[in-house]
């Protein structure tokens, strides 16, 4: 089989999330797509995918980076990154709503179509999806 490819569909169009989880120092604990974490200032981080990302949905949530222990209780705010738009600005504040240090989990999802939909949708030999999620004769 040939990994890169669905039922004969090249894989580039697939939907692949990028996400993270970080430690409140700004080191990454993990992830996918992530090429770097800029610590700005306190409770302030800069995440860079490498990838253009301004067209994707950004989700992010205060949380360990382990499998025990709890968070402090607070809430994330993101954004796309105004000076560079391959990153997001997020924020993460305690309970008070003031800036503070925690950890974060953040998850950017772009367009595209998952294998599972290429799949379900019928899409044979010969045929490509583009970023939009529509097929294009080869």
């Known amino acids: 089989t040939n ?3 669905l039922d004969g569909v090249d894989s580039s169009g697939f939907a692949r999330p ?7 120092d700004g080191s990454v604990a993990r992830g996918v797509g992530i090429e770097a974490v800029i610590k700005l200032g306190t ?4 995440v860079d995918f490498g990838k253009v990302i301004t067209s994707c949905a950004f989700v992010g949530n205060v949380g360990l980076s ?7 209780p607070g809430y994330v705010t993101v954004v796309g990154r105004a000076v560079n738009d391959e990153a997001i600005y997020l924020r993460t504040h ?3 709503g003031a800036l503070a240090d ?5 998850l950017v999802q772009c367009a595209g179509v998952t294998g599972v939909e290429a799949a379900s949708a019928g899409f044979t030999s010969g045929k490509t999806v583009n970023g939009t999620g529509t097929q294009n004769q080869e």
Not at 18 to 24: D, E, K, R, W
Not at 43 to 46: L, S
Not at 66 to 72: L, T
């Open 3 to 5: 990994a890169t490819k």
């Open 18 to 24: 990028l996400y993270g989880v970080v430690n409140a």
């Open 43 to 46: 409770g302030t981080y800069e």
């Open 66 to 72: 382990g499998s025990s222990g709890a968070s402090a």
């Open 94 to 96: 305690d309970a008070a």
């Open 102 to 106: 925690l950890g974060f989990h953040v």
